[in-house]
């Protein structure tokens, strides 16, 4: 009987101690990232600096000067602009879908929205690349710089050959890939708005879409900001369908209609083929410094969310 | 008079910003299917045999196939699954279970789901950092490896929730009758949340077998059919990359036709998942 209890008390240990190590083995994971990553930008931190690397806008592997400031701008840019176009359409997705759809649909497009999640990137830059940056060059890119073109100012935006491979065509795939995200958490959020305050603002009158805008909206708001967070580092990491519709042009893009370039799509296209020490050390560069605002993004996400939570 | 135009300027209003919000969805929907039908329409037609049976020709031959590419992926995908898998459901495990209301237990658990996001990219320079660059060549190991990571903390994150929906009375129960709490986890526990788990093992493989990002620096491309894991190892995405950005006409065909295989692949795994959870969770 003693034996048995005792055995079953090492098996215990034994158990537990398997699993927290499990458990563990992600903070050693997360810490062993941002410590090698660290340790070959090394080479480039030494050389370059942190302001000075993210203000340059040298990218010059034959000279051997390196600088962030165009893969940053790329990345901002097709980021914010995805934003732009997804916030409104997801906001109008999650209030269809918790207001207006009617029950049986619920599901059903719930899942769709959310099934645009599961498309891997790689398919999106192959119908970026052979369907959708053709459309745009053809049609919609020649009729929007008709449009605007003549617009002082505002028509800069629009200058340029409309190739389709460019910040415009980017950012709109971007925006599809980053809509199902923002879509399912705000309306996760909607969800939790207390019935009783709606009822009390349709019992003084309002209409449907008062109600949405001045109690569901204001009363959701950490959830939003959260998922829009949450969205802009999915933008700001996503590699492959950038990689076949931007470009890969190393400069300071001033139209919609210029090529341009990424963190992600430099790391996919140039890492191989680095062929010198310091090319290589600012490519990891680049990539911790994607690394340290992805994580700091989701680390406010996080906060935003758990707010909501409370 | 003017309270009757206020009133009717706010209906107007409000079905205006309505139907925008009908029109976003259906804008969503538009995506979807745009996307999935040129997957379709594209891919199908250059469904062959050859594609799964034989190996790539020299660049401009006609009657390749992408054999190579399949197995590859297949045996990096197996070997991500290998590894992924226990780590993940051990650690969750201990998060719902020993570390439910630790203070580590709660910080791991929201470090997993900010790795979630973390670009797949940078797992893969990381990869390249740790394994590729001292071992001085790539390798599908590698492949896997990066794989392996991106899926820990996704399989972790829905074994912890999967666990935590089991009630605690059970465990109780169980305890009652003198059972030590390994025990209670791996006869009681993992029994009632085997469904969940299984699901959340279906997403986590959909989710890694379309990443290429973290692909091109560790198992890197081969045109030839290899086995070997410690060699270079081409697969399906990194593929169709290769094959999109080529020149040949051939080439992009073969990159549709994987295009479709993958997606058709991923999208019924996700929709499968989805079904078991509504099935199982309906109550």
Redesign the interface.
Known sequence: MATTIKR??T??K???G??????????V??A??FI??F??SLMAIDSFGFFGFVSSTAWDPVREQFGAATTLYGTLVTTILALVVAV??????A???T???PKFLK?I?S???E??A??????????G???FAPLMSDCVEPLLQKIFEPIPLFGQLFTGVPLGIDILTTSIILS?MI??FI?SIVRDTFALTPVQLKESAYGIGA????V??DVMIPYSKTGIFGSVI?AM??A?????AV??VLGNKHAIATSLFDASATI?VT??NE??EADSDLYLSS??YL?LI??GM??LL??VA?MFLARRDK | MNLMSEIGK??A??LL??S??????G???F??IF??A??LR?GIAYITPELFLSEAAPPGMEEGGLKHAFIGQLLITLFAVLIGI???I??????A???RHHKL?RF?S??????I??????????V???FVKPLGHFSGFAGALALA?IM??VV?RTTEEMMGLVPWEIREAAFALGA????V??QVVYRGAATGIFTGILLAI?RI?????PL??TS?NNMFLTTNMNEPMPSL?VT??QY??GPYDDW?EM??AA?FV??VF??GL??LG?LII?WKYKN
Not at chain 2, 90 to 95: A, E, K, N, R, S
Not at chain 2, 110 to 115: K, R, V, Y
Not at chain 2, 117 to 126: A, C, E, L, Q
């Open positions: 079953e008390q098996f215990e034994l158990f537990s398997i699993t927290f190590s499990a458990a563990f083995l992600i903070l994971i997360i062993s990232i090698s990553l340790r070959e409104p359409v997801s906001l109008g997705i209030i269809f879908i207001e207006l759809c599901p497009v899942t769709a929205i099934l645009l599961a498309i891997p990137s790689i398919i999106y830059g192959m119908w690349l052979f369907t599809i809509t199902p879509a209409t449907r879409w008062e949405i805008k949450i580092g999915r700001l990491g996503e590699t492959m990689a076949f992600t790391l996919a890492f191989t490519l990891f990539a994607l690394l992805n994580f989701l680390a996080k | 706010r209906k209003v409000n910003s309505l925008l919000a009908c029109a976003a969805a804008l969503g929907l995506w979807l996307i999935l040129d997957v594209h226990p780590l993940g051990l650690g969750g495990t201990w998060l279970e020993y570390g237990g791991i929201t470090l997993s789901d900010i790795m996001s973390v670009p797949s990219i940078v797992i893969g320079t990381f390249y950092a740790v990571i820990i903390p972790l030590p709490y390994y025990k986890i791996l959909a077998a379309g990443e290429t990002a091109l620096f890197f995405t169709i990359y999109a950005m992009h990159a549709w295009s993958i997606t991923i999208l996700t929709i989805r509504r």
